[in-house]
């Protein structure tokens, strides 16, 4: 990977740092307000960010990228158990910790700690899942 | 426009909220931006697995392969870091302005006014003095990591990349995030915020 290029991903991960920050998408309340249902923001960031992403592929697919290989989507798998279980379980910690993978980082770089600890429960529950992977049903 | 007017309208733009029509456009746009820039995927999640593959000892097979070709999304994680230092640290907004039922019933649980992005009984330096709030973190977490992995993605992934790709997967996930969630949200977490507290529950 050429340096500019890791230069253009770090520079599109601070536009999501900040985005996810100044939305307050990365706030606790905001999370268990739509979990509650008491506001549409949440909704309202996720509908419109799936609307512009859906723009954005059906505009580039088949196109070549700046790095050079050709833009595609792959389709996901489909075994049905892996999403409904494991996407239960992630929803579970989701409402429970206030947050997804993306805010807790901003959040470590936004100056609270508190989500390093966060974030060592999600490296360790990523280990266990490889540990346990070929004995679950996917 | 003079500089000194420029630095006053970022400060005013960096202390706002942005309303979910701004914010939620660019959080799209992440996903033609990292299309357009090398055909990669926006999926924060993965990163969770390139740091377990990057434990140089004995490690599953799941995380046995070159985690330096995934480089281009952990320098995208460490933007999201500095992003948030950017915006968190360098301007803190006002405080969260909630619905006011879900504020009456999240102070039932022992928490109080929104003072910052996050509950400071929970989240901030002294809150970890309480080995309860590490349980919190770690079990929260866990599930996280654990459930990330397990369904194929999170919510960048699935619910905004799969569901704008018309991966039917992802829109099954992002169905099963919100049973979770709500079991999570109205269920568990009343109860695990007063354990924490000392408040009601």
């Not at chain 1, 910690?93 to 770089?109: D, E, F, K, M, S």
């Given at each position: 990977?050429?340096f500019?290029?890791?230069?253009?991903y770090f520079l599109?991960g601070?536009?999501?740092g900040?985005t996810?920050?100044?939305s307050?998408?990365?706030s606790?309340y905001?999370i268990?307000?739509?979990?509650?249902?008491?506001a549409?923001?949440?909704?309202?960031?996720i509908?419109?960010?799936?609307?512009?992403?859906?723009i954005g592929?059906?505009?580039?697919?088949?196109?070549r990228?700046l790095?050079g290989?050709?833009?595609?989507i792959n389709?996901?798998?489909?075994?049905w158990?892996?999403?409904?279980v494991?996407?239960?379980?992630?929803?579970?910690g989701?409402?429970?910790?206030?947050?997804?993978?993306g805010?807790?980082?901003a959040l470590?770089?936004?100056?609270?700690p508190a989500?390093?600890?966060?974030?060592a429960?999600m490296?360790?529950?990523?280990w266990?899942?490889?540990?346990?992977?070929?004995?679950?049903?996917h | 426009?003079?500089?000194k007017?420029?630095v006053k309208d970022?400060?005013e733009?960096?202390?706002?909220l942005w309303?979910w029509?701004v914010?939620g456009?660019?959080?799209?746009?992440i996903?033609?931006?990292?299309?357009?820039?090398?055909?990669?995927?926006?999926g924060i999640s993965a990163?969770?697995?390139?740091v377990c593959a990057?434990?140089p000892?004995?490690?599953?097979?799941?995380?046995?392969?070159?985690?330096?070709?995934?480089?281009?999304?952990l320098l995208?994680?460490?933007g999201?870091l500095a992003?948030g230092?950017?915006a968190?640290y360098l301007y803190?907004?006002d405080p969260?302005s909630?619905n006011?039922?879900v504020?009456?019933r999240?102070?039932s649980w022992?928490?109080d006014?929104?003072?910052?992005l996050?509950?400071v009984k929970l989240f901030?330096l002294g809150?970890l003095?309480?080995?309860?709030?590490w349980?919190?973190?770690?079990?929260g977490?866990?599930?996280i990591?654990f459930?990330?992995?397990?369904?194929g993605g999170?919510t960048?992934g699935?619910?905004i990349t799969g569901?704008?790709?018309?991966q039917?997967p992802s829109?099954?996930?992002?169905?099963?995030?919100?049973?979770g969630?709500?079991?999570?949200?109205?269920w568990i977490l009343?109860?695990?915020?007063?354990?924490?507290t000392?408040?009601a529950?």
């Amino acid at each position: 990977m050429r340096f500019i290029f890791g230069v253009a991903y770090f520079l599109v991960g601070v536009l999501g740092g900040v985005t996810l920050v100044q939305s307050q998408a990365a706030s606790w309340y905001r999370i268990q307000e739509m979990f509650q249902f008491g506001a549409f923001h949440m909704y309202g960031m996720i509908l419109s960010a799936i609307v512009v992403a859906m723009i954005g592929i059906r505009l580039l697919q088949g196109k070549r990228s700046l790095e050079g290989p050709e833009i595609r989507i792959n389709d996901k798998a489909r075994t049905w158990t892996r999403y409904i279980v494991g996407g239960t379980i992630f929803g579970l910690g989701w409402a429970l910790a206030g947050a997804c993978p993306g805010p807790t980082l901003a959040l470590i770089g936004a100056g609270w700690p508190a989500y390093l600890v966060l974030f060592a429960g999600m490296i360790l529950g990523t280990w266990v899942y490889g540990l346990l992977r070929d004995a679950l049903p996917h | 426009m003079s500089a000194k007017r420029e630095v006053k309208d970022v400060q005013e733009i960096m202390t706002q909220l942005w309303p979910w029509y701004v914010s939620g456009p660019l959080l799209g746009l992440i996903v033609p931006l990292l299309l357009w820039l090398g055909n990669k995927d926006f999926g924060i999640s993965a990163n969770l697995r390139h740091v377990c593959a990057m434990w140089p000892g004995k490690k599953p097979a799941f995380f046995q392969y070159d985690w330096k070709s995934q480089a281009w999304n952990l320098l995208f994680a460490l933007g999201l870091l500095a992003g948030g230092f950017l915006a968190g640290y360098l301007y803190p907004g006002d405080p969260v302005s909630l619905n006011g039922t879900v504020l009456e019933r999240i102070k039932s649980w022992g928490l109080d006014d929104p003072q910052a992005l996050v509950p400071v009984k929970l989240f901030a330096l002294g809150a970890l003095a309480s080995w309860k709030v590490w349980v919190y973190l770690l079990l929260g977490g866990f599930l996280i990591g654990f459930g990330a992995r397990y369904g194929g993605g999170c919510t960048s992934g699935h619910a905004i990349t799969g569901i704008a790709a018309w991966q039917l997967p992802s829109l099954v996930a992002v169905v099963f995030f919100f049973v979770g969630g709500l079991i999570g949200a109205w269920w568990i977490l009343p109860g695990l915020v007063a354990w924490i507290t000392g408040g009601a529950g």
